[in-house]
Nanobody, 120 residues
Framework: QVQLVESGGGLVQPGGSLRLSCAASASINSLYTMGWRRQAPGKQRELVAT???????NYADSVKGRFTISRDNGKNTVFLQMNSLKPEDTAVYYCNAVKLTIAGSRYDYWGQGTQVTVSS
């Protein structure tokens, strides 16, 4: 069982930056792909970015070039650097950990979410 705790959300003006952090309660070793997803009011939760254990990243088209996902396995932490923020980035951001075992089992873990509001 892995617990995820996000931090770093808040209110920022358009064009500003925020850095989200996600601290895991256990080792996010080679079995885990980490990611960020977000959910705006009235919308479905959507992928923002993911990063594999060996650093391969994937981004939603809407955030490419503005957001950067990274991980520090030694500190069991994942980050999301968000630059050039737009009002449409306003959402609750959730940290997600996906564990795939050698036996083929999959386990999903979620944080409680952190609110990001982009407004002037």
């Amino acid at each position: 069982q892995v617990q995820l705790v996000e931090s770093g959300g808040g209110l920022v003006q358009p064009g500003g930056s925020l850095r989200l952090s996600c601290a895991a309660s256990a080792s996010i070793n080679s079995l885990y792909t980490m990611g960020w997803r977000r959910q705006a009011p009235g919308k479905q939760r959507e992928l923002v970015a993911t990063i594999t254990s060996n650093g391969v990243t994937n981004y939603a088209d809407s955030v490419k070039g503005r957001f950067t996902i990274s991980r520090d396995n030694g500190k069991n932490t994942v980050f999301l650097q968000m630059n050039s923020l737009k009002p449409e980035d306003t959402a609750v951001y959730y940290c997600n950990a996906v564990k795939l075992t050698i036996a083929g089992s999959r386990y999903d873990y979620w944080g409680q979410g952190t609110q990001v509001t982009v407004s002037s």
